[in-house]
C-alpha cells in the first residue's frame, strides 16, 4: 500500500514536499516514482528514483526545482518541490516498481491514491 501525503495550496514561488509512506512490501525491492495528472490531461511522469537512490531522473519541467529521495530505513519517498508554478497545479501520485527506473507508468505495478496540489499566481 502506498499513501501519499504532504499536497495542499501555496502561492507562486512556494515550496511544498510531498511523502510516499509504503507498507505491506519490501520498500527497498522497488524503484519508485512521483506522476501527476492534471484535469484534462494524461498522466505525466515527473521524477524517479532507483532502489538505491543512486539514480535519478526529472522530466525537464522540474529539473532544478524538484528534488526526488527515498529513505528505505523508512519505507518513504520523498518530493520536494521548490519555486512552483502554477502549471504544477495537478493530482500528484507516487508509485513503485519492480523492474528498472523508468518513466513510463505502465513500469509502475503500485500506486497511491494522489495528493491534491495547487499553486495559485
Known amino acids: 500500500q502506498l499513501q501519499a501525503s504532504g499536497g495542499g495550496l501555496v502561492q507562486a514561488g512556494g515550496s511544498l514536499r510531498l511523502s510516499c509512506a509504503v507498507s505491506?512490501?519490501?520498500?527497498?525491492?522497488?524503484?519508485m516514482g512521483w506522476f501527476r495528472q492534471a484535469p484534462g490531461e494524461e498522466r505525466e511522469f515527473v521524477a524517479a528514483i532507483s532502489r538505491s537512490g543512486s539514480t535519478k531522473s526529472y522530466a525537464d519541467s522540474v529539473k532544478g526545482r524538484f528534488t526526488i529521495s527515498r529513505d528505505n530505513a523508512k519505507n518513504t519517498e520523498y518530493l520536494q518541490m521548490n519555486s512552483l508554478k502554477p502549471e504544477d497545479t495537478a493530482v500528484y501520485y507516487c508509485?513503485?516498481?519492480?523492474?528498472?527506473?523508468?518513466?513510463?507508468?505502465?513500469?509502475?505495478?503500485?500506486w497511491g491514491q494522489g495528493t491534491q496540489v495547487t499553486v495559485s499566481s
Open positions: 505491506g512490501r519490501i520498500f527497498s525491492s522497488y524503484h
Open positions: 508509485a513503485a516498481g519492480a523492474g528498472t527506473v523508468s518513466t513510463i507508468p505502465l513500469a509502475y505495478e503500485y
